[in-house]
């Protein structure tokens, strides 16, 4: 019997995708500059501001893309984990101990600090941590029964993470578990993840699951025609998503033409995302120069998580101590300012990513060593 047909890697590294490492930072970088112009300055409406012309508008519209972003980061995580799974149960090589190990180390290992920071965050801040919460999060219960952390809210989304890798192991085990008794625990772990999305947003899934299915299209350098599609489709799928709501300098009801729902508009943005990857990765960077570039863009993702995980505790810190009330004057004080609490996230991050994020392959390998018999983390 012959092998499935499945994607080689397109770069030079084995297991490594040319240009995603990029993505995956710019996604969450412009989660943290949304953030920070939403804690910095007042709704764009009691701006005071000389004239609101096309680049003020660019400076609050630009920013405004923080769901649209975590749709990015969903086909992301569909391609790198659901598509690899697929991809091993073909083979026949998947091996769900090291798969749950993998999967527990990668999201625990940096969302345990976090949640701590968080407690300590509202310590200082003078509010009673949030302890039960904090446990929920860590649980993967918010969004479901129970709520995001308030001073950490962009947990939500760790949420469906953990769920979609619930699915992928139980589906996975219900495929290569031997025993019956094996099989039925994972038939119900999967039935449990499923019902798991009667509460939570559907949509997230389906968009998962477009970033798995295009992990098995094989790349092609070149295919400009399928990621002219991919990219218009992004294009418009982030534009009419930002219509639909009051993120955008434009109110809903006052535009002459109606505006879709924006369930529809992040469908079409993810799965024009989950078109233009095949093309993407298969563009590996040839010169130096774009060698290097690429290889700066590794160096950035290995902290997008620890971003993700700590901005929003530090915006909160920064709020309490320069005061509640948000800037509506627009100069280049406050933009400058504005600036610097972005930095600051950014270097807080990349030390929180040192203490923590950063050990997670030792932790794993010591743990591999210690409860796996093969001593190999897939």
Excluded at 241 to 259: I, Q
């Amino acid at each position: 019997m012959s092998s499935p047909s499945l994607p080689s890697s397109s770069s030079p590294a084995p297991g490594h995708f040319a240009w995603l490492d990029w993505i995956r930072f710019l996604a969450s970088f412009l989660v943290v500059i949304a953030h920070t112009r939403y804690s910095h300055f007042a709704p764009y409406a009691q701006l005071e501001v000389p004239g609101k012309g096309p680049a003020m508008d660019a400076l609050f519209l630009l920013p405004a893309f923080a769901n649209e972003a975590v749709m990015i980061f969903f086909v992301l995580s569909g391609y790198l984990v659901g598509g690899r799974c697929i991809e091993r149960l073909l083979l026949g090589t998947f091996d769900a101990k090291s798969y749950a190990l993998d999967r527990v180390t990668r999201i625990w290992i940096p969302l345990i600090p976090a949640v701590v920071l968080t407690w300590i965050a509202e310590l200082i801040c003078g509010d009673p941590p949030a302890i039960r919460n904090g446990l929920e999060n860590l649980l993967a219960l918010q969004e479901f029964v129970a709520k995001p952390m308030t001073h950490n809210a962009p947990l939500w989304t760790l949420s469906y993470e953990i769920w979609f890798y619930v699915l992928a192991f139980g589906v996975g085990l219900v495929i290569t578990g031997k025993k019956p008794a094996v099989k039925t625990f994972a038939m119900l772990l999967t039935c449990v993840g499923m019902a798991t999305f009667i509460r939570l947003n559907s949509l997230n899934l389906f968009i998962w699951m477009m970033g798995a299915l295009a992990y098995l299209v094989p790349g092609r350098k070149g295919a400009w025609w399928q990621l002219a599609i991919g990219l218009g489709a992004i294009f418009g799928g982030t534009v009419l998503s930002a219509l639909a709501t009051e993120l955008s300098t434009f109110a809903p009801g006052t535009l002459p033409f109606p505006v879709p729902p924006r369930k529809p508009s992040l469908a079409l943005l993810g799965m024009g995302f989950a078109l233009s990857l095949p093309v993407i990765v298969a563009s590996f960077p040839v010169s130096g120069l774009w060698s290097r570039v690429e290889r700066l863009g590794t160096r950035l993702a290995a902290f997008s998580y620890s971003l993700y995980l700590t901005h929003w505790p530090l915006l909160y810190l920064w709020s309490h101590f320069e005061g509640s009330r948000k800037h509506e004057r627009v100069d280049l004080g406050t933009i400058g300012l504005y600036g610097v609490k972005v930095v600051v996230c950014v270097a807080f991050s990349w030390l929180f990513y040192l203490a923590f994020e950063k050990h997670t392959p030792q932790v794993r390998r010591w743990l591999s060593r210690k409860f796996l018999a093969k001593g190999k983390v897939g």
